[in-house]
């Protein structure tokens, strides 16, 4: 047991990040039937949509999950709202003010969760009445920070700041990752990039097998004008790089990012003109694993790192 762990009434501090076209409820029941924290991804889903997933999730799990709102998507009322009417008791906010909605929630019973990438923002958001926040570093899939702050370094810095409970992400998808970032002062981890390559995410196959084959190197962080995102370097990168090489003016740059590009790649698994949202660690993952699987493996190792600590001696 732990801050994480109690406060969420779940088994182990593992989160799964909520990801637009890739988390709906087959993902968020999984892994919450595998003893961590299981989060529907609203971002990517029409109101109705959203509706249907936590209905479906409500269905094939009996343990908690919650909701994931990224706050600068349209139909963001509407969405709350159907977040208290299905009784759902955890929504983790993301990319926005956290005084918009944390009261509102609570004041419905919500214990609410926001994810900042900078230790300013980790104090607005403790300010705000959070009931824990995620610290993401540069590392992370989706996305970013404009500050390019790595995991590594964000995680000591925050935990220096606030008293409430500190999740890590950004960079995590082993056991060995978790007990490094619990190390440095978290209670728990979110991952993303590692439950992209699971059997239950609804990414496109193709999408999934990018992952599998991506190596160090292979992603970057791009469009800080518009919203930083981390993307592997395919060829819609590079004709993003291309535009820059011109010196673009944002509204060219929003112009060639256009609509769709997102679901295009991740989820209808266009690998040439899709946006492929992935974190830098998709450098370690070789396989498409079950959710079971990937939360076992992530404990084993954590304990075997456990051990292996305890025998340091200098
Ligand atoms: C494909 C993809 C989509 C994502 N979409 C969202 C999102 O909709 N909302 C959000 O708060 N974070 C989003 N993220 C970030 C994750 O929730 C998580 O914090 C991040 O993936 C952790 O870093 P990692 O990828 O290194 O594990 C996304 C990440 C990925 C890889």
Redesign the pocket.
């Known amino acids: 047991m732990n801050k994480i762990t109690s406060l969420f009434e779940i088994k182990y501090p593992i989160i799964q990040?909520?990801?637009?076209?890739?988390?709906g409820y087959k993902l968020a029941s999984a892994v919450s039937n595998a003893g961590g924290l299981g989060?529907i991804?609203?971002?990517?889903m029409y109101p109705d949509v959203l509706r249907e997933h936590i209905q479906k999730c409500k269905k094939a799990t009996d343990k908690p999950f919650g909701v994931?709102v990224?706050m600068l998507y349209p139909n963001i009322e509407e969405i709350i709202q159907i977040i208290i009417e299905e009784g759902v008791k955890i929504v983790?906010t993301?990319?926005g003010n956290p005084k918009t909605w944390t009261q509102h929630l609570k004041d419905n019973g919500i214990k609410v969760v926001h994810?900042v990438s900078s230790a300013k923002f980790a104090m607005k958001a403790q300010d705000a009445g959070v009931d824990a926040i995620?610290a993401?570093?540069f590392?992370?899939?989706?996305?970013n920070g404009r500050d390019e702050t790595t995991t590594l370094t964000l995680i000591p810095i925050v935990r220096e700041k606030i008293d409430i409970p500190l999740i890590a992400?950004?960079?995590?998808?082993t056991g060995r990752g978790m007990m490094a970032a619990m190390i440095l002062g978290a209670d728990g981890v979110?991952?993303?990039?590692?439950?992209?390559a699971s059997i239950e995410s609804s990414?496109h196959a193709d999408f999934k097998t990018t992952v599998v084959n991506a190596n160090e190197g292979d992603t970057q962080l791009t469009l800080k004008e518009l919203a930083p995102v981390?993307l592997v370097k395919n060829k819609f990168y590079n004709d993003v790089q291309e535009l820059y090489a011109k010196g673009p003016s944002k509204e060219e740059l929003e112009a060639l990012l256009g609509k769709r590009r997102?679901k295009r790649g991740?989820f209808e698994g266009d690998l040439i003109e899709g946006e492929l949202?992935?974190?830098?660690?998709s450098g370690l993952i070789h396989d498409i694993l079950p959710v079971q699987t990937i939360i076992n493996n992530v404990m084993n190792e954590f304990q075997q790192a456990q051990k292996e600590t305890q025998q340091f001696q200098f």
């Open positions: 990040g909520g990801m637009i076209w890739n988390s989060l991804g609203a971002g990517s994931n990224p983790f993301s990319a994810v995620v993401e570093g590392e992370a899939g989706g996305h992400a950004g960079g995590i998808a979110q991952m993303g990039t590692r439950f992209v990414a981390r997102a991740m949202e992935i974190g830098q660690i």
